[in-house]
């Protein structure tokens, strides 16, 4: 079975890059281009792990998150924070709202595979 | 999806968020303190930031965290965006424009720009007033800390197999630590696993582990999402303590963790309970280390990725099973997009540039096919006539349909004139503010993008010499500030652009004196108001006296009319001492269809754009009257008006044709006038796919493009403004003209 990741960032750059890293890795990728829409793309994909960004427009990362982790059925899925931001103000707000853990942009290939491994089984 | 083709990607979405960027700093500036705006302003930037780390654009990457850092404080609300804060943001915008400009195309940016530029941001952000010229002390490190990494996990994966832990290790030294590892609930309610952090902990080396289940109530006490476990590992690996740490990162604070090195001596050993689960149970396949696990060049591990990914699935899956797991990739995806594509959709220029291709064959061949039934049908009655003449409604339907995919509002370009405007007005001390109207204007985008050129040269004109200065405009009464108003609107199947200032207008007397300097005119012309303001369209004609920097670039408004005649445009310009000027383009909506009229001149069909001509006549031999040793004039409605014979002019024959066999088409041309044409008869008017004459032959003077008729004949469209120009002597280049030409 591949894995489902479902990644969700505003910016078509990025979701591009982490389609060709993540279907390189032999994952299965479902996109979202904010907030908003990956609460609706959530339902009825059940990724396996959330890739997403903080700074959206309509919903941020924080508020998805937020979200994904007030659904019953979803709430235990690992959910990565890919941001810029690598101040520990941001990873924390992030984590509160109940990050699994973060990834750096520019991210390395490696470790997002690497950070993805880490949190799914 | 290649890096090249992200990359291409990236710059993309760059000028759209340079746009966004630009629009929302200008509603800002316009008073706007909607905190969506500063978002949407932040984000852009923050996005460009984000996509520019990506491919390693370290220049762009510097800056823009610089700008975003200063947006932020906006953002949070500890900075006022005043004029002040946001005249130096719209300067940033057009830094950061020029440098993806310059990421993408090469080249670089000034340093001393952005170098002024960053401190002045960082002035800002740092909540000091603006920097009169030195530099504050405490500049944060700018350029260091985005580019690379900071929090690196330093996550150094080794590689590893399930057989041999650590097959290296002889070779490293090992350190042994002891962790103690408790985790809260709060780590589970996060989506951590502690098994999961416990199998990358093995990945390390050689490790023993003990559960502490001491906490453990009895199962009707048991809470489900509480935390009960604890486990005390004893590691021995190459890696240090930070990297041992480093595997718990995302646990950090969710958790007790206590990581030390093993004491030295030896004996002590902690008591051991074999694990309680097998953790190489956790992986899918056991049997295959995790993918990419490897620090190798990106590009050739993923690679290597795809090759073993592929070698899995034809090993492992049948083609069938395959292909339905691909099926459903895309059906997702699909549904993915379909989801977030809203109204539009994204589509390559060239599918769409093919299908107005398709679309204009098809139109020549609709056309064709009625001849040819016109001609075997004498009475007109048949159903295949009725047929055809639904076919030839619908044609013209999907044409328009299909031109209307590539028609994109004017917008994008007006907003880089904006750019222009400050740049332009910074450098020649003037103030002046730029209103835009109908933004939303659509025309195709081939004119689109060849509008932005000259439109671009007349507002650096209008700056640098429509608009006075400020003490000139205080003392002629007038706001120190000047306007320039660009507007656009469709009119009668084209699209009009005016640009209007509101500065001195055409000083006429040192424009004729300039004319006649430059030989343009004999000194004792007796010209129109009109003429003498169009004067400033001929060649070699430029009323700054010495050359500016702005606008004195070798190229007058001569090139910018030639530009927009080349576009099939007109341009004229309308000026009041005082008040200001105004110029005024009519270009048509889209360069691939026009509607023309077919003639006949010496036995060769021509088509005359039909925007040109204002009327037809049959010439009266009482009409015509000779001037001079060969020119005629025809008088219309007791004016005169000179006549032109086209045939000559295009050097189809020697000899003038007798007006009055022929037909007269007025015409008006730029530069003011009328001009009648003579051609010897009209066989209709047809709408007409362009075909560019140069991209398959070469320039020819006199005519614009080609075409193809409905009998499949190639007939050449007349450039009017060209034959009306050699008809004023100025000659169409004998070794260039068509007759030489072939």
Known sequence: MKKKVLTVDDSRT?????????????????????????????????PDVIVTDINM????????????????????????????????????????????????????????????????? | ????????????????????????????????????????????????????????????????????????????????????????????????????TCSRDGGSVEESRTRGLVKEL?????????????????????????????????????????????????????????????PTRELYSKGNEAALLLRDLSRFGEMGIACDMDQLPALENMDPEASYFGWKISITTPKSEEEVRAVFEFAEWDCELEVKPAEASEGEELPMIPVPFDLSALDDEPAEPTPQTETAATEEASANVVKAVNAAVEKKESAAAAAAAAAAATQNNAAAAA????????????RVDRLINLVGELVINQAMLSQSVIENDNNGVSSINMGLEELQQLTREIQDSVMAIRAQPVKPVFQRMSRIVREVADMVGKQ??????????????????????????????????????????????????????????????????????????????????????????????????EEIDNLIFAPGFSTADKISDISGRGVGMDVVKRSIQALGGRISISSRPGLGSTFTMSLPLTLAVLDGMVVTVAGQTL?????????????????????????????IRNSFCPLVDVGRILNFRTNQANPVDGVALLVESEGGGQRALMVDAIQGQRQVVIKSLEANYTHVPGIAAATILGDGRVALILDVDAVVGASRGQSLKPEMSLAAAG
């Open chain 2, 339 to 350: 989801s977030s594509a809203g109204q539009t959709i994204r589509v390559d220029l060239d």
């Open chain 2, 122 to 182: 960082e002035a800002l952000a740092n909540g000091e007033a603006l920097p009169a010229a030195e530099a504050p002390k405490a500049a944060k490190p700018v350029a260091a800390a985005p580019a690379k990494p900071t929090d690196d996990s330093g996550f150094q994966p080794i590689p590893f197999t399930f057989d041999g832990f650590g097959e290296e290790e002889n070779v490293v030294e090992q350190f042994t630590y002891e962790v103690t590892f408790k």
């Open chain 1, 57 to 121: 427009p309509r919903l941020d990362g924080f508020g998805f998150i937020e979200g994904v982790r007030r659904n019953e059925k979803y709430r235990a899925i690992p959910i990565l924070v890919l941001t810029t931001e690598s101040d520990a103000e941001k990873k924390n707000r992030a984590r509160q709202a109940g990050a699994t853990g973060w990834i750096v942009k520019p991210f390395d290939p490696a470790k997002l595979i690497d950070a993805i491994e880490r949190v799914t089984a």
């Open chain 2, 432 to 529: 002046i503010r730029l209103v835009t109207e109908g933004e939303n204007t659509e025309v195709d985008k081939t004119v689109i993008d060849k509008i932005a050129e000259p439109l671009t040269h007349m507002i650096r004109n209008a700056v640098d010499h429509g608009i006075e200065s400020p003490e000139k405009r205080e003392a002629a009464g007038k706001d120190p500030e000047g306007t320039i108003k660009l507007s656009a609107k469709h009119r009668s199947g084209r699209i009009l652009i005016e640009l209007q200032d509101d500065g001195g207008g055409i000083n006429r007397e040192r424009v004729k004196q300039k004319a006649i300097d430059n030989d343009l005119i004999s000194p004792d012309a007796n010209l129109s108001d």
């Open chain 2, 1 to 100: 999806m290649d890096m090249n083709e992200i990359k291409e990607i990236f710059f993309q979405e760059c000028e759209e968020q340079l746009a966004e960027l630009e629009s929302g700093l200008l509603k800002l500036n316009d008073g706007d303190r909607d905190p969506e705006t500063v978002n949407a302003v932040f984000r852009a930037v923050h996005s460009i930031k984000g996509g520019a780390g990506a491919f390693g654009l370290e220049e762009l990457v510097a800056f823009a965290h610089v700008f975003e850092t200063t947006l932020d404080c906006v953002r949070s609300n500890k900075l006022e965006p005043n004029q002040d804060v946001l005249k130096v943001m719209l300067k940033s915008a057009d830094v950061l424009a020029d440098l993806v």
């Open chain 2, 607 to 635: 088509v005359v754009p039909l925007t040109a001509i204002v009327e037809t006549l049959q010439p009266e031999a009482s009409a015509i009257h000779s001037f001079g040793a060969n020119q005629r004039l025809i008088s």
């Open chain 1, 14 to 46: 990025i979701r591009n890059m982490l389609l060709v890293t993540l279907n390189n890795a032999g994952f299965e990728t479902i996109q979202a281009e904010d907030g908003v829409e990956g609460l609706e793309v959530l339902e009825g994909c059940e």
